[in-house]
Nanobody, 129 residues
Framework: QVLLVESGGGLVQAGGSLRLSCATS????????MGWFRQVPGKEREFVAG????????NYADSVRGRFTISRDITKNTVDLQMNSLKPDDTAVYSCAAVTLRRSAYYYVPSSSSSYDYWGQGTQVTVSS
């Protein structure tokens, strides 16, 4: 079992930056593939970015590629999402998620929310125009 707690959300103007952090407790994050998702009311949860269990593979949604960067710190047991050049369309509740995959998927980054077993409570990001 792992507990995930997000922080760093808030209100920012378009073009600004925010850094979200996902703190984990329990086993090391090196035993999980980690993902960031976002959701707005009335819409399905959307994959934003993810990092493999190996830590060597990252994946991004087309809508954020080049603006967002996911990183993990094994010593702190955290996974961060650096968000730059924010747009009003980035407004959502952002959640981190974790899953332990089989050894053959060590370098894989799941992009489907149904692939993840553990979720944080989410943090609100609001980008004003």
């Amino acid at each position: 079992q792992v507990l995930l707690v997000e922080s760093g959300g808030g209100l920012v103007q378009a073009g600004g930056s925010l850094r979200l952090s996902c703190a984990t407790s329990g086993r090391s994050i090196s035993t999980y593939a980690m993902g960031w998702f976002r959701q707005v009311p009335g819409k399905e949860r959307e994959f934003v970015a993810g990092v493999s269990q190996s830590g060597t593979t990252t994946n991004y949604a087309d809508s954020v590629r080049g603006r967002f960067t996911i990183s993990r710190d094994i010593t702190k047991n955290t996974v961060d999402l650096q968000m730059n050049s924010l747009k009003p369309d980035d407004t959502a509740v952002y959640s981190c998620a974790a899953v332990t995959l089989r050894r053959s998927a060590y370098y894989y980054v799941p992009s489907s929310s149904s692939s993840y077993d553990y979720w944080g409570q989410g943090t609100q990001v609001t980008v004003s125009s």
